[in-house]
């Protein structure tokens, strides 16, 4: 490395943005196939019963409905991208208010939607369960009794311990410990869910759909129709309305594709709004109970946590709780370290992958923590962070490797300057007045790529280059609106020593693109760029060698730009791809036709690091909380377009304010309906709810990775939710656990510190 | 459930006589919209004919005499963008400034918001508090209701079947009368938790001669809180008794516990948001701005 | 059955036709009638913005417009931004600032600006917030949407 890039670093104009500022961008619910139906789909309105008897035969003769579906033909296995997860098309059985229980396809929405109303159901309703401690309780109603490799609703359960934390608490001077409790909240993405299928005269499928990943749900779906995968093609549009998690795998698929095989036409579901808010995956509940021992100098010697994480009526994944130990081990030293964690089945909306996974909540709970430790302990916080920060070379106990890179550091310190932190520190409250100010601050480190050598993070490329030097780049994960095909483009350029504009990129078509896994964990920078690299690397290769016939020049004293390959050192004369791939004698053997591809194994885990300020003002006489002021430093490796990672950032301030203060998916306590699924209710900032914000970028630049770069998109959010409480806490002293911190919940708060509760 | 509402006629007269006869003839199954923001938000069942009254001359807002006469079809950015000048009836605008966003403002009329009978309604509570007065419309001619006896439960009010709301007047003010108007939202945009109007008139001797406080989501209907003005009422106007009133209304209201809200927050929220209006309409007052 | 009506609609400057029925928004039928989608549903309450279209100038949410109310009025959606293949200054300002991620809310957002500007063409910081109040954005915080309007307006860098 050392070179200077030409490309990667840039904050070059998003491919695509042309077409979403006209308004031409078309995402799936914006298509329109000849004769498609549009499907709506019969939800409970039980949070659990059995379905003993379904009628729809008025609701077929509807004029202009062309299928009903029950479970008498959908109850087909699908297997939700993470293995262990199970849900069923649909099935005779409904777990949670609002799971699927008919679906119809017709002429129009309005038909459709009437013919639901014709739907005649008999539901023998069972006891349900919405919290996730009394799910555990062994009298607690089963939420999925057909399950035997299930104990009772207890999906998973995962012990994973470092050291030895009993003696490391006998050896602590401290010991503190503290039960959090984390809320349901909803992705939000602007684009509603929307999918098409269609099959053809001779039995192929073909779907249209806004996710995160077109490979894992064709292979789903061939799993689920026994069907050969290449008779099945699923293609994630070029426009993707946003994901953040929410967008992966949803057993609709299944129902949409009967429907379109029993009508014999393309069929579209979009979801309405309200369904999007409470029968699309949310962030998981979580409590999680801590318990944190310190030497009186503030060194960490051993830290606890035992968590329950709420996996709703059909879970994700059983790895949500074990996944949340690894992030115990990412960002500190610490000899002892023991982890419980629980994944709970409840009758609630089915829970999963939201921006940071388990990442978020409990480094809420674990940061919030520590901040008022280092209070207690007369220390600095941000100060109590660098004391006890894993260093490069430090081995990471979930994978035994060492630290490789860290831009903790320099974020803390470019960071706290950035808020006005000096002179900041008093005790926690000790101002009086009406309005106070505070000031609070909270790290993160994340997993990206696959966590432990046993785990497998694999990425594809393809490449091709037309005669006149164009190229076409093709890989398998798709673009939710991050800018992943313009960071992978300047990959592709910067490794190739092509045009920018000159690179065409394809995504996410299972007939045409090479495998892909999902645009999610924050992994696609690595995972994928590192597979652009090689294979426009190769690509690079094989035009300099070509060159070098034509030039007479070896071609290790090549090299190419601009789409230009030159004698280093003379890049005035070169010959530009075209004049290489148009020659003669390369046409006549037909070397023009180059197709590069790559298949990149992330080699070891790279953590991103990074901190997160706030700058608050509480109105102690209302509880409202004005966020005057956030700075983000993050320790991106690189990054491949600074804009672009600014507006990761700042996307993660509005998403990580509305986690600690505003947002939380309701339901109603007994029968588990929920009670704002809008956005009228349902409250996410605006434009005039943000503080001021600016980032730092970081840029320690790892050597293992691509342009060491590793990746943001996750971790925008992860730090925000505990730097604001963090701030609240150091404006009033109130000591609050429970997210959203709503001006009623920190009101309540700041009462009881006046009667000397807390 | 959505496709519920399917209106199947839609109709627009161009005079209010039109409109009159229209409703008259139609009754129950008819539905007057204007800007819609409520209409098509709720979606009510049942509903057979829509009449679109937006042509009708009733968007203005007119100063005569001291008095404020506003069409029931002025928008509520209207309002918000008004030439009233500042010192007249600001309150209003403070009110209006304050409700959803301004693409929802463009097309949220006055006569709507009080028309939709919702308890948190922004417009209603200023306006009860500057004693004003609704113009109604029928075939069998007119009639005029204080506002505080227009609103009768939730989504409910005086308005018979063939009625229609044409105007708001709103009366001249004494001199040295200060009004102020505030609410509380979860974020910068919502539905008030509470909404509080207070109007306060100075005696020549500093006293309070007069005072209305009206508090909004915090009872079937916006509601005047008579208990809290009594204590004001005739007094000098010190921090303690401003502290006493505005406990007295977190005493005298009626909230409820919903998903927006608990009962407890919206007393101490009314609390506190009525201190702060009362201290806002004595200096207002003081400066003869209402 | 619902019987549709004929209604006109002043669209970006051409009269269209359309068959409508009684209670059809604006927005359905821009997207499902005159092929405009551009225009999007995220909530069909008024709420998210990205239905958002001008009317007589006034940004307002197209789906809580009727569609045979909006006849006689002058209606602009984002497709009327484009001329002769140029971008609109605040097109041109929404991709360099980086103000556009997944773009969902962007039609709705420049519409929103662009009557901001029609009317007041130098806004202030506040003053471009207040106009996008009600534009939900879930991918970028706004900050690069607002500045790309300020620098529009000549306030901005």
Redesign the interface.
């Known amino acids: 490395m050392g070179e200077e890039l030409n490309i990667v670093g840039k ?1 070059v ?2 491919k ?12 799936t ?2 298509m329109r196939l000849p004769g498609m139906l549009y499907a709506k789909i019969l939800r409970s309105p039980h949070a659990h019963a059995n379905i003993r008897g379904i009628d729809t035969s008025e609701a077929e003769a509807l004029p202009g409905v062309r299928a009903v579906i029950t479970h008498e033909e959908a109850k087909i296995l699908y297997t939700v991208t993470h293995g262990s997860a199970r849900e069923y098309g649909i099935d005779d059985r409904v777990r949670y208010y609002g799971d699927k229980v008919a679906a119809v396809a017709a002429v129009s ?2 038909v459709a ?2 013919a ?2 014709l739907i005649d159901v008999d539901y023998e309703v069972l006891p349900a369960v919405f919290e996730m401690e009394e799910a555990m309780r062994s009298d607690a109603p089963v939420v999925h009794p057909e399950r035997d490799d299930v104990e009772g609703n207890i999906l998973e359960k995962s012990v994973q311990e470092w050291g030895d934390v009993e003696k490391g608490f006998a050896e602590a001077d401290h010991v503190f410990e503290n039960r959090f409790i984390t809320q349901r909240v909803c ?6 869910h929307a999918m098409v299928a269609s099959w053809d005269g001779d039995g192929n499928l073909t779907m249209w759909s806004s996710e995160q990943t077109a490979f894992m749900i064709r292979d789903s779906l061939a799993e689920a129709f026994q069907m050969p995968r290449s008779k099945i093609r699923f293609i994630v549009p070029p ?4 994901g ?1 998690g929410g967008k992966y795998e949803s057993a609709e698929k299944i129902v949409v594709a009967l429907l379109a095989r029993k009508a014999g036409k393309p069929v579209m579901l ?1 979801l ?2 309200d369904e999007v808010f409470h029968t699309t995956r949310t962030r998981s509940p979580c409590i999680f109970e801590t318990k944190t021992g310190v030497k009186a100098d503030g060194t960490l010697v051993a830290r606890e946590v035992r968590a329950i994480v709420d996996v709703g009526a059909y879970a994700w994944g059983a790895i949500m709780a074990s996944r949340a130990a690894s992030y115990m081990t990412l960002l500190y030293r610490c000899p002892n370290i023991r982890y419980l964690g629980y994944g709970v089945y409840t009758n609630t909306p089915p829970s999963g992958a939201m921006r940071g996974f388990t990442s978020t909540p409990i480094h809420y709970a674990m940061e919030s923590e520590l901040e008022e430790i280092a209070y207690a302990l007369g220390m600095d916080p941000t100060e109590f962070r660098l004391k006890n920060a894993l260093n490069v070379g430090d081995i990471i106990p979930i994978n035994g490797k060492p630290v490789t890179s860290s831009g903790l550091r320099e974020a803390v310190i470019r960071g706290r300057e950035a808020i006005g932190w000096e002179g900041r520190q008093r005790v926690p409250g000790s101002e009086g007045g009406a309005k106070r100010r505070g000031i609070g601050m909270a790290c993160y480190s994340h997993y990206a790529p696959m966590l432990k050598s046993t785990e497998r993070s694999v990425g594809n490329a393809v490449l091709k280059i037309n005669v006149d030097g164009s190229l076409h780049l093709l890989l398998g994960v798709p673009d ?4 992943l095909r313009t960071i992978m483009a300047q990959i592709a350029a910067e490794a190739l020593g092509a045009k920018l504009d000159e690179i065409s990129v394809t995504l996410a078509d299972t007939s045409v693109t090479p495998w892909g896994t999902t645009t999610a964990a924050s992994r696609s920078t690595q995972e994928t760029g590192g597979a652009v690299e090689m294979a426009a690397g190769r690509m690079k290769g094989r035009l300099l060698e070509l060159a070098s016939e034509i030039m007479d020049i070896p071609a290790d004293r090549l090299d190419a730009m601009d789409g230009v390959v030159f004698a280093k050192g003379v890049p005035e004369q070169g010959l530009t791809f075209k004049d290489i791939l148009s020659h003669p004698d390369v046409h006549q053997s037909g070397e023009n036709v180059i197709i590069t591809k790559a298949t990149y194994n992330v080699p070891t885990f790279i953590p991103p690091y990074g901190t997160a300020f706030a700058d608050v003002e509480v109105d102690t ?4 909380v004005r966020v005057l002021k956030m700075v983000a430093a993050s320790d991106v490796g690189r990054a491949i377009n600074p ?2 990672v ?2 990761q ?7 990580g304010i509305g986690y600690a203060l ?1 947002e939380e998916l ?1 339901l109603h306590p007994e029968t588990g309906e929920p ?2 699924n ?4 349902y ?8 503080p001021e ?1 600016e980032v730092i970028i970081v840029e320690p630049v790892d050597p293992n990775s691509v342009y060491g770069a590793k990746g943001i998109g996750e971790m925008a959010v992860i730090p925000m939710a505990p730097a604001v409480r963090n701030a609240i806490y150091n404006a009033t002293g109130a000591r609050v656990h429970d997210l959203p911190i ?3 919940v920190l ?1 309540r708060a700041l009462r009881e510190k006046e009667k000397g509760k807390c | ?4 509402f ?1 209106p199947k006629t839609y109709l627009k007269p161009q005079t209010l006589k039109e409109a009159l006869a229209l409703l008259s003839d139609h009754g129950k199954s008819a539905k007057i919209v204007a800007g819609g923001t409520d209409l098509l ?1 709720e979606k009510p069942r049942g509903v057979e004919c829509l009449i679109d009254v937006t042509s009708l001359p009733l968007d203005y807002v007119r100063l005569e005499g001291g008095s404020l006469s506003v069409g029931a079809l002025t928008t509520i950015e209207s309002i918000n963008n008004s030439e009233i000048p500042t010192g007249l009836f600001h309150v209003l605008k403070e009110a209006s400034g304050l409700f959803g ?1 301004r693409n929802l403002r463009n097309l949220a009329t006055v006569g709507g918001n009080l028309c939709s009978s919702v308890p948190s309604a922004d417009m209603a509570t200023p306006l009860m508090a500057l004693d004003s007065v609704a113009r109604i419309s029928s075939v069998r001619g007119e009639r005029t209701v204080p506002l505080e006896e227009f609103f009768v439960f939730v989504r409910e009010n005086v308005l018979e079947e063939d009625e229609m709301l044409v105007e708001v007047q709103v009366p001249p003010q004494p001199p040295r009368t200060g009004a102020a108007f505030a609410k ?1 939202g ?6 008030a938790l509470v909404n509080v109007a207070v109007r306060l008139t100075l005696g020549e001797d500093d006293t309070c001669s007069d005072v209305r406080i009206i508090l909004g989501s915090v009872a079937p209907t916006p509601m005047r809180c008579p208990t809290a003005e009594g204590v004001l009422r005739g007094k000098g106007l010190d921090e303690v008794l401003i502290e006493e009133a505005a406990q007295a209304v977190s005493e005298e209201i009626r909230p409820i516990s919903d ?4 009962a ?2 919206r007393r ?2 009314s609390r ?2 009525t201190k702060r209006c009362i201290v806002s309409a004595i200096e207002r007052a003081r400066g003869g701005s209402y | 059955m619902v019987e549709k009506i004929r209604i006109i609609l002043m669209v970006n400057g051409e009269l269209r036709e359309a068959y409508v029925e009684p209670g059809s928004t604006l927005l359905s039928v821009l ?1 499902e009638d005159l092929g ?10 008024g ?2 913005g ?1 239905c958002t279209v001008i009317i007589d100038g006034k940004a307002v949410p197209s789906c809580l417009v009727l569609a045979a109310g909006a006849q006689g009025k002058e209606i602009e ?3 009327s ?2 001329r002769g293949g140029e ?1 609109h200054p ?2 041109r300002a ?3 600032h ?1 103000a ?8 709705g957002m ?1 519409m929103s600006a662009k009557a901001l500007l029609n009317g007041n063409s130098d806004p202030s910081e506040e003053e ?3 106009a ?2 009600g ?12 500045e790309a309007v300020l620098s529009v307006s000549g306030r901005g860098d």
């Open positions: 904050s104009a998003m695509g943005s042309g077409e979403k500022v006209s308004g031409t961008a078309e995402y619910v914006d929405e309005e939607e009437e639901l109303g992705h939000s993405a602007l684009e509603p426009y993707v309305g946003g953040f979009r309405a709004r939710i609106g991050q800018g006489e209302t509880g409202r804009q672009s600014e507006g950032l700042e996307g993660g301030m509005q998403m505003t309701r009670l704002n809008s956005f009228m209710d409250k996410v900032l605006r434009a005039g709810d943000m914000m709503t001006p009623e009101l | 459930m959505d496709y519920l399917r938000v966003h509380i979860r974020t910068s945009v919502d539905i998903v927006r809200s608990s407890e927050y101490d929220a506190v948001l | 997207r405009l989608t551009g225009a999007k549903h995220g909530c069909g309450n709420e998210c990205a959606t984002i497709e931004l484009q971008h605040l097109q929404f991709i360099e980086g556009v991620q997944c773009g969902f809310c962007t039609p420049i471009v917030r207040e996008l109040q534009n939900l954005c879930r991918c970028t915080g706004y900050k690069k949407i607002v």
